[in-house]
Structures are given as C-alpha cells and as structure tokens.
C-alpha cells in the first residue's frame, strides 16, 4: 500500500480506501454483518487505512459497522462520513436510490454529527463531506462557517463535498471548489470508462488545492474483469435494473483495453485504479468491495507498475473516439 496526503491538512490516506456503502447498503448486494466486519478488518490489515462512510448508509448502519470492526485502531484509521439526507425524520421504507430530503442548516449539521459521532464510537471524524450538496447548499456562508468552527476545533479534521453526476444539480463540482476553496476534499465519480466530466475538475481542484477521492474507479462493476454478455445480477442488486446495452457496450469497451495488462504482472481491476491514481489531484480511489479475493487484489494495486504516458494517450484516443465501438446491426 501506498498513501497521499489531504492537501493543506495532516491527514494521509491510503491510495486504496474502502467505501462501506457496499457492506452496509443493498445497492451491491446483501453482505451479513459478521462478513462486513471480517472484511473491514481484513482491509486494515493489507494497510487500507481509509474508511468511507455516510450516517445514511443503512440509515447510520455504516458507522456503527466500522466502530464494530475497527473501534480499536481508532487513532490508525482515517473515518470519512458525509451528512446532508435527513433521514431522522424521513426514515420510511424506499427502495433503489431514491433520495430523501436534505437539510443544510448549521442547527441540523451540528446534530447530524453529533449522531454520527456517538455511532463511530470516538470523538472527531477526519474528513466530513456534505452528501450531494446542490449550489444552493454550497453557496451558504453559515454552513461554511459552522463547518470551519468544527474544524478549528478539531471536531473535524477536513471538510469538502462529495458530489454526482449521477444526479441532477450535483455535477458542478469545479464550481463548488472555486466557491469554496476552503474545503479540502471532494468525491468524484471518475473511471477509465467515466471520465466525464470529472476530468474537467482536475485542473479547478490544482488551483484551489483540493484533494479528490473518487468513488466507483471500476465503473460499477465492468472494469473488475469478472462480467461476461452473460451475467445477470440478483434483484437487490441496483445493476439488475439497467439496459442490457450497459454491460454489453461496457464488456465491448473493456476488451479495448488489454493492453494496459498485456505482458504486465496486474489484473484489468488493478490497471483500473492505477488509470485513477496517474492523476496527482486525486489521493484514493474507493472500489466497490465484494469478497476477500478482491480485496486483497485491489489492496496491492498501488505496488503495481504505473502506466505509462503512451498508455495515458492511448486511454484518452479511445475515449474521445467512445472506444470505436461498432453500432449493433439493424434487426431484421
């Protein structure tokens, strides 16, 4: 494992973290509690030291998982947690992704936290993120100005946005960074197959000296080398309910990129995070966890070789070409 530091903070992170929306959320599937500890513990033991949750994981089932698992290496994690949905008082049954509303005010921040705190078990968290924040939210000067106070206490260690653009009004990150060139942190979504439009923040985040985490580095699955034309996901599985066309015109783009392991000693999933981690802006990658196996594949990703300027080339070519993918024949 390799680590970066949160520009302007003290805060090192692994370049590998671990997102534990997938062991505490059914949007991946169903994972046991006693298989969500095994694998956080595992994490830390391969030298994952970045931990990425939110209070409405699993309406707070998140942060008391990582407390469970991890409690006594408190001072040797880095705990990422995002506040914003008011699930408290809008906890009804939802299915999907469905969002819930959200509340910006400094009145319910400091009682989110407070909450927050109390599951984690400790007393600080080291990077608090606003959840899908629109500009509204990003624009108002006494949420910034509670978020600096808790910093300056140290209840909080950095502060920044964890943003779309899978949903509307959260995809102008860079705006939100030369709005708030305090914050220290944004989380992008950003892949070999999904680089739009995080690449046009990169440069906004150089200027500002923002930090970028990037969440779904494998592109929700099609860049982990384990799908054919074939697979099928079970129904609580969020996948199962996208166009077929998703996985097929994936697995076509993919086979577009075995170069990047071809006579190389690392997997398609490992390249994926090594492609994420060529940018100097970003500092971890957060994949999706399903299982031992994978976890220790990504966790010794950052020890594989870096891909070169010809393979960053390349990569970019076939992006702006959409891989040169032939279109389906007419059907007759």
Sequence with gaps: MRYRTIANTDVR?????????????????????????????????????????????????????????????????IISSKVGYDFYSH?????????????????????ALEQSL????????????????RMD??????????????????????????TGPALPGTEHTDEAMRARPSMHVVQIIYNLLEQDPGRRFFPVAGETETSIFVRVPHSSGLLEGRYTPDTT???????????????????????KLDFVTNGRPMTIGQAALKYVLAEPTIVS???????????????????????????LARIAHLYEHDFYLEPEPAAR
């Design 13 to 77: 992170v692994s370049e590998v973290g671990f997102g534990v929306w997938t062991v505490s959320t059914t949007w991946w599937g169903g994972k046991s509690e006693d298989e969500a500890v095994a694998l956080l513990r595992l994490a830390y033991d391969l030298g994952v030291t970045l931990f990425d949750t939110a209070d409405t994981y699993g309406n707070g089932l998140g942060e008391t998982i990582l407390a469970k698992a991890l409690g006594d290496k408190r001072h040797e994690i």
């Design 118 to 133: 109390r599951r984690l078990g400790t007393d600080y968290i080291d990077v608090y993120q606003l959840h899908n924040p």
């Design 137 to 162: 939210a990003m624009l108002r000067d006494d949420l910034f100005a509670e978020l600096e106070r808790l910093y300056a206490a140290g209840t909080i260690r950095a502060y920044g946005a964890a």
């Design 285 to 311: 990658a957060l994949p999706n966890i399903y299982d031992a196996a994978q976890l220790r594949e990504f966790a010794t990703a950052p020890d594989c070789p870096d891909l070169s300027a010809a393979d």
């Design 233 to 255: 996901f079970p129904p609580t599985d969020h996948r199962s309910h996208r166009p077929r066309s998703w996985l097929i015109d994936g697995l076509k783009k993919v086979a």
């Design 91 to 111: 906890a009804e049954p939802r299915t999907g992704q469905r969002e819930l509303p959200q509340n910006y005010t400094p009145g319910f921040l400091r009682f």
